[in-house]
Structure formats: structure tokens, C-alpha cells
């Protein structure tokens, strides 16, 4: 727990550093690129890149089929250390929160999956707030929520697009490992 030391907020990402979200990434990005192509827009290699690539129905059913998936995912996810910090801290009394970039409803699932729906003060998932990480927007609405300023809180998460949100967003990140298995 030494690593949050010094910090007044220490906000968490979900999939791969609270919990592993059971989602078949691949097949996301092939009925992706069937619903483009059926839209007549041109297949994305993934289908966070079919959602700045697409518009009006095509998006909204790009959004819908990352929603559906990663609801389910969050149902048959499996909790991650981090999960006990985060517990730890709010039951210490800091400010904590969870910023993703999967739906709010899928990081609420999740926490409700493992127990942790009270230990997060806020939750800001991809739908929460207009643009999605790593724009700073959703970690800063974050940190609102608990009433912490950036400069005073800590994200932790597990990619360079974690990263690059802290940094955007004059926080500073602590990076934890990847558990790809149960």
C-alpha cells in the first residue's frame, strides 16, 4: 500500500487492473467488421477504431454489440490484485473511483461481480462523458466526483493508454502488471 502514499485519490482503471473482463476481443472485431461492412463503411482492424470510423446507426450498433459483450464479460470476470487495494483504501476512508474505457454498466457489473460496488465513489466508464480515454476528460470527471484535484490523486492502470490519460490530465500513474489468466 506504500505506492499510494501521498495521495488524497487514487483512481483505478477496470479491465486488466481491478478485474479481467472475460471478453473474446477477436470476435468483437469480426462482428465489428461485419456490422461496418453491412453498414457500407469499410471494416476497422478493431473495434475501438470502428467507433471514431463510424456514424449514426452503424456507430450506435458498434456501441450496442461493446456494451452486450463486455456486460457478459464483466459476468465472467475474474478479480485482479489491485481489486484488494481498492477495497483497502475505501475502507481506510481515501476518495477512490474507476475509470475505463469499457461501459459504465459493464465496470458496474464487474463491481458488483466482485463485491467492490461500494468501494468506488465514482464510476466513469467510456459512456459516461463525451470523448473516451486516453482523452483526460473521463479520468478528470473522475476526480471531481470525489473532489480531489488532479495534482493530488494517483491513476493506476495497465496500458500506455492509461498512461498517456494520466498525463493529459496532470495526474500521476502507477502501472500494474497484466494478469492474462484466472
Same mark, same amino acid.
Given at each position: 500500500?506504500?505506492? #499510494?502514499?501521498? /495521495?488524497?485519490?487514487?483512481?483505478?482503471?477496470?479491465?486488466? !487492473?481491478?478485474?479481467?473482463?472475460?471478453?473474446?476481443?477477436?470476435?468483437?472485431? $469480426?462482428? !465489428?467488421?461485419?456490422? =461496418?461492412?453491412?453498414?457500407? #463503411?469499410?471494416?476497422?482492424?478493431?473495434?475501438?477504431?470502428?467507433?471514431?470510423?463510424?456514424?449514426?446507426?452503424?456507430?450506435?450498433?458498434?456501441?450496442?454489440? =461493446?456494451?452486450?459483450?463486455?456486460?457478459?464479460?464483466?459476468?465472467?470476470?475474474?478479480?485482479?490484485?489491485?481489486?484488494?487495494? =481498492?477495497?483497502?483504501?475505501?475502507?481506510?476512508?481515501?476518495? !477512490?473511483?474507476?475509470?475505463? =474505457?469499457?461501459?459504465?454498466?459493464?465496470?458496474?457489473?464487474?463491481?458488483?461481480?466482485? *463485491?467492490?460496488?461500494?468501494?468506488?465513489?465514482?464510476?466513469?466508464?467510456?459512456?459516461?462523458? *463525451?470523448?473516451?480515454?486516453?482523452?483526460?476528460?473521463?479520468?478528470?470527471?473522475?476526480?471531481?466526483? !470525489?473532489?480531489?484535484?488532479? $495534482?493530488?490523486?494517483?491513476?493506476?492502470?495497465?496500458?500506455?493508454?492509461?498512461?498517456?490519460?494520466?498525463?493529459?490530465?496532470?495526474?500521476?500513474?502507477? /502501472?500494474? #502488471?497484466?494478469?492474462?489468466?484466472?
Amino acid at each position: 500500500m506504500d505506492r #499510494y502514499e501521498g /495521495y488524497d485519490a487514487v483512481v483505478f482503471d477496470l479491465d486488466g !487492473t481491478v478485474v479481467h473482463l472475460d471478453v473474446d476481443w477477436a470476435r468483437v472485431d $469480426e462482428e !465489428t467488421a461485419d456490422i =461496418l461492412e453491412s453498414h457500407g #463503411y469499410r471494416p476497422t482492424e478493431t473495434a475501438w477504431g470502428a467507433l471514431d470510423a463510424a456514424d449514426g446507426d452503424a456507430a450506435a450498433a458498434v456501441t450496442a454489440l =461493446l456494451a452486450d459483450h463486455e456486460r457478459r464479460g464483466a459476468e465472467r470476470s475474474w478479480r485482479l490484485p489491485a481489486a484488494d487495494d =481498492l477495497r483497502a483504501l475505501a475502507d481506510a476512508g481515501r476518495p !477512490t473511483a474507476v475509470c475505463s =474505457l469499457n461501459c459504465e454498466a459493464a465496470v458496474r457489473a464487474a463491481l458488483a461481480e466482485h *463485491g467492490l460496488t461500494d468501494a468506488a465513489d465514482a464510476v466513469v466508464g467510456r459512456d459516461t462523458v *463525451g470523448p473516451r480515454k486516453p482523452d483526460p476528460g473521463p479520468l478528470l470527471a473522475a476526480l471531481r466526483r !470525489t473532489d480531489v484535484p488532479p $495534482e493530488r490523486a494517483l491513476f493506476v492502470g495497465d496500458s500506455e493508454s492509461d498512461e498517456l490519460t494520466a498525463t493529459r490530465a496532470g495526474v500521476d500513474f502507477a /502501472y500494474v #502488471y497484466p494478469v492474462t489468466s484466472a
